[in-house]
């Protein structure tokens, strides 16, 4: 594995620390923190869009064909045998959010992101860990 896919599974592991860090205990606390709230949605934003690149860099490194979307760079790397079929869907539905916060902001439910971003984050941790165990 290359020194830029390196780079970037360490980011991945920083950012995963960082989002983890800021949760509030109780996810309605996020309705009282705008700052929190811009804070978390950026870094989740910016996780996603770091294990899309590294995905389509590892698929462009290998040459393993064009995906035709986020979701689908994480389902040819499971076809090809570097990722488990169960972490690709998950990295498809993180994909969905990172669409959700980039272009929908103000329909983004804070609340729910708060709620889902442990097992979230935990889907982009074994993305990570697989994708290190092959490297």
């Known amino acids: 594995m290359g020194e830029i896919l390196l780079?970037?599974?360490l980011a991945?592991?920083?950012r995963i620390g960082r989002?983890?860090?800021a949760l509030p205990a109780?996810?309605?606390e996020i309705l009282t923190d705008e700052?929190?709230?811009a804070f978390i949605s950026f870094n989740l934003f910016l996780l996603v869009q770091d294990a899309v690149d590294?995905?389509?860099h590892l698929i462009a490194e290998q040459g393993l064909g064009v995906p035709d979307s986020h979701r689908g760079a994480f389902e040819i790397l499971a076809a090809k045998g570097l990722l488990s079929h169960e972490v690709a869907e998950g990295m498809g539905a993180m994909?969905?959010?990172r669409n959700r916060i980039a272009h929908a902001y103000g329909d983004l439910d804070p609340v729910r992101m708060?709620?889902?971003a442990p097992a979230g984050l935990e889907i982009v941790a074994r993305f990570v860990d697989e994708l290190s165990a092959r490297a």
Request: proline content about 4%; overall charge positive; hydrophobic content about 40%.
């Open 54 to 56: 590294l995905a389509a």
């Open 12 to 14: 991945c592991r920083d």
């Open 95 to 97: 994909s969905s959010l």
């Open 19 to 21: 989002v983890r860090a």
């Open 26 to 28: 109780e996810p309605r």
């Open 35 to 37: 700052r929190l709230e």
């Open 7 to 9: 780079r970037k599974l």
């Open 114 to 116: 708060v709620r889902e």
